[in-house]
């Protein structure tokens, strides 16, 4: 079973692009077994063989590629139809994998041919310093840790659980990965979802490719035994980046139903209000400070105004 590493790039911190680099050249398996793909989404400067240099240093087979088209959408499309691997594995910019995390994926995916895609632990760098407050909202960030039971599930197309794996060190089968790329032919403004550069903030593409599983009734699962370290840009914690990231998840919520063809209309006045005044009571209840309360509404302000855009 061949594996791709797809590494989708856009204008990385060039010293945390060599660990992730190294992490992927000196994992356990057979460096037959695997070959990397960088795709280079529009960084200014470009991606350039030097960047790539630990790759050679170990003799490990990579192809770059250059996307033009900004947007995570694209750069993962561009992955999928260049790569021909029964098994896919994303691994963003600053996702340092653990040695033996190719290893645990070929197992798993050996041993479980009813799991379509699957992720594992992502953690943040013990280096890092980041405030309190957003402590609770580190999943927001893609920040994931579930403990040591496997959690594997196949439930409804539009259902989210904690067995659902964000893109960052997701593993995925071939048959899912054909199949988001006829989603995006068969509905192009799912092109709208994902991060688009530096700040576009909207995401759910990690969903519309992993809900795929369940539409050929395969399960996503939690791995723990999957585990990488996320290198997140300090720059992240600030406020205002969060509110809006918590603004752009909200409207990504309703695009990614519009993708996956569940309808979704707009609210009457009434049921704006029975959806406002319980929801802000609830985020108050729930927040564990006043940063962590904007956070989470601004989700919420980012799902009615898609939801209501028609009206606009």
């Not at 790539?52 to 992955?79: D, T």
């Not at 280096?127 to 039971?149: C, F, R, S």
């Not at 005044?277 to 509404?297: G, M, W, Y």
Request: glycine share 6%; charged share 20%.
């Amino acid at each position: 079973m061949k594996i791709d590493i797809c590494i989708c790039t856009h204008n990385p911190r060039l010293e945390i692009l060599t660990l992730v680099l190294n992490a992927i050249a000196n994992q356990t398996i057979d460096k037959d077994s695997y070959q990397v793909w960088v795709i280079d989404n529009g960084s200014t400067p470009a991606i350039l063989d030097r960047d790539l240099a630990p790759l050679v240093a170990v003799g490990l087979k990579y192809h770059s590629i250059y996307e033009p088209n900004l947007g995570i959408m694209y750069a993962r499309r561009r992955a999928i139809e260049a790569t021909s691997g029964e098994l896919i594995v994303f691994v963003d910019d600053d996702n340092e994998l653990q040695s033996d995390y190719l290893a645990h994926a070929l197992e798993i995916a050996q041993n479980n041919p009813t799991i379509g895609c699957f992720g594992g632990k992502l953690l943040i760098a013990q280096t890092l310093i980041y405030p309190n407050w957003i402590e609770p909202i580190l999943p927001y960030l893609a920040i994931k840790d579930m403990g040591d039971t496997e959690i594997t599930q196949c439930v409804e197309i539009g259902e989210w659980g904690i067995w659902e794996p964000p893109t960052a060190g997701m593993v995925i089968r071939r048959e899912i990965a054909n199949l988001y790329l006829k989603r995006l032919d068969e509905l192009p403004d799912t092109l709208l979802l994902g991060r688009k550069g530096d700040r576009g903030l909207l995401s759910s593409e990690d969903s519309l490719l992993a809900r795929g599983s369940y539409q050929l009734g395969l399960s996503c699962s939690y791995q723990p035994k999957l585990k990488l370290i996320h290198h997140l840009n300090s720059q992240r914690f600030q406020l205002i980046y969060m509110i809006e990231l918590g603004y752009g998840y909200g409207r990504s919520n309703v695009l990614l139903d519009r993708a996956l063809n569940i309808p979704v209309t707009p609210m009457s006045i009434n049921d704006l209000i029975s959806f406002i005044i319980p929801r802000v009571r609830h985020r108050q209840k729930e927040a564990q400070s006043i940063q962590h309360f904007l956070c989470t509404l601004a989700w919420d302000v980012g799902y009615i105004y898609e939801r209501q855009r028609t009206l606009l």
